[in-house]
């Protein structure tokens, strides 16, 4: 067993079990001083999140500025922790399956595995999405030994029969289309919001 394994299996929340071997700091305050940097920290973010020993959030929510600005406040804070990053790997995949059996790709075929491998990875990160031929084909020919070259060659076989491929689109307006109907459909799914989300408070 490697050191870094028996790490991991000593912690659990983040927290070591193994106490003789964790190092604990405490600084002691005024409550005034305490009250201020809260205070401080409500006027510039309008909200102060406090973890607990289990690692669960807990926030203070400034409603001084009115009962509709701490709602938007706890309306945005709480959409943010519902981003694609909070489903797990197998709901994605699900996902990624259900669009693309709707086009009736057959799973068999190299092509269609790798564009399900894409789809997943640029769930994960949508910026992979503006740097496909870039970014995203080499890390596919990485996975499936192949190169980047071949994966265009084997997406092109996958798509040649859908109808926005026999219309002319190539392979990366087709996974930009298929990207955004994983996406839509996780969202619809999963009541959350496309990752990365960004709120203004």
Avoid: W
């Avoid at 080499?138 to 026999?166: C, H, T, W």
Wanted: with cysteine; aromatic share 8%; net charge positive.
């Amino acid at each position: 067993m490697s050191a870094d394994s028996s790490v991991t299996q000593r912690t659990s929340f983040g927290y070591n079990l193994d106490p003789e071997r964790e190092v604990g700091f405490y600084v002691v305050c005024s409550d005034r001083m305490i009250l201020d940097n809260i205070n401080s920290m409500m006027k510039k973010r309008g909200l102060v999140g406090i973890s607990d020993t289990a690692g669960r959030m807990h926030y203070l929510v400034d409603a001084r500025s009115g009962a509709m600005s701490a709602v938007g406040r706890i309306a945005g804070q709480a959409l943010k922790g519902l981003d694609h990053s909070s489903l797990s790997n197998a709901e994605v995949l699900r996902g990624v399956e259900k669009v693309l059996d709707g086009y009736f790709l057959d799973r068999v075929l190299l092509g269609t595995r790798i564009a399900r491998y894409m789809l997943v990875q640029s769930i994960r990160d949508p910026s992979l999405m503006s740097t496909v031929t870039k970014r995203l084909y080499p890390m596919a020919g990485d996975e499936f030994g192949i190169m980047p070259s071949q994966v265009e060659r084997n997406l092109r076989y996958a798509f040649r029969k859908m109808k926005v491929y026999q219309d002319g689109r190539r392979n990366v307006y087709i996974l930009r289309k298929l990207h955004d109907e994983v996406s839509a459909l996780l969202v619809k799914q999963h009541d959350c919001v496309p990752y990365p989300a960004h709120f203004s408070l």
